[in-house]
């Protein structure tokens, strides 16, 4: 069980990094007012998932930080700026 922990947890910190990686995309990008409240709720829950993963809560930090690349990648799609 504590190696499926690991491995989850290794699976949320690199979706951390992909998301962060992201983010840089769409803060270069020239954003509607809807767009951008968009992307700062998209970072909510990014800064969500990372408090869940310190508590240990490992579906719920997965669930955030899923839900957090939806937002973005909805943006980022809607600016032409991913495929």
């Known amino acids: 069980m504590l190696g499926l922990m690991r491995s989850l947890s290794d699976r949320i910190e690199?979706?951390?990094k992909k998301f962060d990686d992201s983010i840089k995309r769409a803060d270069k990008a020239e954003l509607s007012e809807e767009e951008n409240e968009i992307v700062e709720?998209?970072?909510?829950?990014?800064s969500d998932c990372k408090s869940w993963l310190k508590k240990g809560e490992m579906d719920?930090?997965?669930?955030?930080?899923s839900y957090a690349h939806g937002l973005l990648d909805a943006i980022l799609k809607i600016k032409h700026m991913i495929e």
Not at 41 to 46: E, F, G, N, T
Request: hydrophobic share 55%.
């Open 14 to 16: 690199a979706d951390i």
């Open 41 to 46: 709720l998209s970072k909510m829950y990014a």
């Open 60 to 65: 719920t930090a997965f669930s955030c930080i």
